[in-house]
């Protein structure tokens, strides 16, 4: 059984930073490409950041570019996002979500999220 499971969140300051974790077991991690996923208060899902199974490649939303880096550690089974220059719009419930390919932004798998609140 897939199970992802997100930590890291927490409430942070303006300018701020974190860095969201997603321990991934049930599957061959290094096999698939895995995205961050978010959900502001009261709008839909947007994808955030993506990187394909070797870590070798990845692409950013343009409302994160230069702030935030994904990355992935396949020895340990883990998905990062390190967010530098929190803003407020960055306030939501962050996903870490599993694509059923070697790179890509399909998605067959999702964690229950961790939040995220920006404010002073």
């Known amino acids: 059984e897939v199970q992802l499971v997100e930590s890291g969140g927490g409430l942070v300051q303006p300018g701020g930073s974190l860095r969201l974790s997603c321990a991934a077991s049930?599957?061959?991690?290094?096999?698939?490409?895995m995205s961050w996923v978010r959900q502001a208060p009261g709008k839909g899902l947007e994808w955030v950041s993506g990187?394909?199974?070797?870590?070798?490649?990845?692409d950013y939303a343009d409302s994160v570019k230069g702030r935030f880096t994904i990355s992935r550690d396949n020895a340990k089974n883990t998905l990062y996002l390190q967010m530098n220059s929190l803003k407020p719009e960055d306030t939501a419930v962050y996903y870490c979500a599993k694509s059923p390919w070697e790179s890509g932004i399909d998605f067959d798998s999702w964690g229950q999220g961790t939040q995220v609140t920006v404010s002073s």
């Open positions: 049930g599957f061959t991690f290094s096999g698939y490409a």
């Open positions: 990187i394909n199974s070797g870590g070798g490649t990845t």
